[in-house]
Structures are given as C-alpha cells and as structure tokens.
C-alpha cells in the first residue's frame, strides 16, 4: 500500500526566507504525486502536480517541486517566503492505475515570522 | 465563479440522527469525491465518483453512502451518525485523466453529540 510521510508536523521562517518542505513517500511504481495548501478554514487548493517529464515542477504563487526517484521524495521549495503563505501543506501520492484513489500526509504546518 | 459548493457549512447532530450532506460543481468535471478531515491528519477518501452514475469507495467509506445525482451533484449520507464521525468533511471536483482532484468545497463540519 501506498503511504506519504510529511516529517515536519511545524515549521517557522522569517518572511523573505527560503523555504522546503519535506514529502517521502512509498509506492511500489512511479506515482503521481501532488502538493496542497490549505488556509484556516477553507478547502486545499492544489498547488503543483508530477505526472512525468521533467522532475522538476512549477505550480502557482511562486512554488517549484523537485521528484527524486531514488530518495523517494517529492520536497516543496519556495525561494522567498511571504506572510500571505502561512498556511498547511499537504503532500499526496496517487495510484496511476486508479483514478481517483490517493494518500495524503499528514500536513506540515507554516508559520511566517514578520 | 462558484466552483464546488457544499452545505450546509456548519451541522450537530445526535448519535443516531441521519443527515445528508450536499455538494454541487459548476465546472463540468466528470470526478467528485468526498474526504474526512480529522484533527492533525490528511484527508482520507470516502468515496469517489469518476462519473455520473459510477461510485467507489474509498480508505474510510463505513457508516457513509453516496449518490452521483447527476454530473453536478455527489451528495454524501450518513444514516445512523456515530460520534467517530465527528469531522470535517470536503467535496472535490477533477477533470478527467487529472486522477487527483482539484477543486475543493470549503467543508463541513459536522459535530455528532
């Protein structure tokens, strides 16, 4: 079975740093994979996906992730955090031969100091 | 500029009570699921809905039935509520060959007393 591990339960930067978020995940073949955000209160938003291709992927608001095969990993960067990016992220993993059926992590969430 | 639209927003009920939970997409997406949310966890499938009149279940889908109304509307049921369903509870649209979805309602949560 599929499984997705998020190791940083928090994290804190200082506005206009770096960012990375970790995302491991196990699967028995090339997955699809996925990150969310989610602000309080509100549904996930989908931030950016790997289907195939070029390993690394550009979503929105500034976001890039990079699919490592052989560390089984799929780790969200961005290079200059805002406040207005505070929120929870959520990596996910889903099955290529079924449509629909997937595992989140359990969320790592941001805090943006000033 | 709608996109996915659940309600109601807020609910309690008694342990017992039955309670439909509405979800409608105006997009023209041919996937709906349904997701729990618990406390310091990620989402976890309820059911999902590839298209009209098809339905799956998911990791979690015990004490819940879905219907596929039509390709707008995937309503989600819970006949006899149980407080271990006490949760907040999202609906999501995707386009075909998309496998993830892609656009989420802003919840329910739903408290069972």
């Known amino acids: 079975a599929q499984s997705v591990t998020q190791p940083d339960i928090h994290i804190t930067v200082s506005e206009g740093a770096s960012l990375e978020l970790r995302c491991n995940y196990s699967?028995?073949?090339?997955?699809?994979l996925f990150w969310y955000v989610q602000s309080p209160g509100q549904g996930l938003q989908l931030l950016l996906k790997?289907?195939?291709?070029?390993?690394l992927v550009q979503g929105i608001k500034g976001f890039e992730a990079e699919f490592k095969r052989s560390q089984s990993s799929f780790n969200l960067r961005k290079p200059s955090v805002h406040w207005s990016d505070a929120a929870e992220y959520f990596c996910?993993?889903?099955?290529?031969?079924?449509?629909?059926?997937?595992?989140f992590g359990d969320g790592t969430t941001l805090t943006v100091k000033p | 500029n709608a996109g996915v639209t659940q309600t109601p927003k807020f609910q309690v009920l008694k342990t017992g009570q039955s309670m439909t939970l509405q979800c409608a997409q105006d997009?023209?997406?041919?996937?709906m699921y349904w997701y729990r949310q618990d406390p310091g966890m990620g989402l976890r499938l309820i059911y999902y809905?590839?298209?009209?009149?098809?339905?799956d279940k998911g990791e979690v889908p015990n004490g819940y039935n879905v219907s596929r109304l039509n390709k707008r509307e995937f309503s989600l049921r819970l006949e006899s509520a149980a407080p271990s369903q006490t949760s907040v509870y999202f609906c999501?649209?995707?386009?075909?060959?998309?496998?993830?979805?892609?656009?989420f309602g802003d919840g329910t949560r739903l408290s069972i007393l």
């Open positions: 790997y289907f195939s291709g070029d390993t």
């Open positions: 699967y028995g073949a090339t997955p699809y």
């Open positions: 999501a649209s995707s386009n075909p060959g998309h496998n993830q979805p892609q656009h």
């Open positions: 809905s590839a298209s009209e009149g098809t339905t």
């Open positions: 996910a993993v889903g099955e290529r031969t079924n449509a629909g059926k997937s595992t």
């Open positions: 997009m023209n997406h041919n996937s």
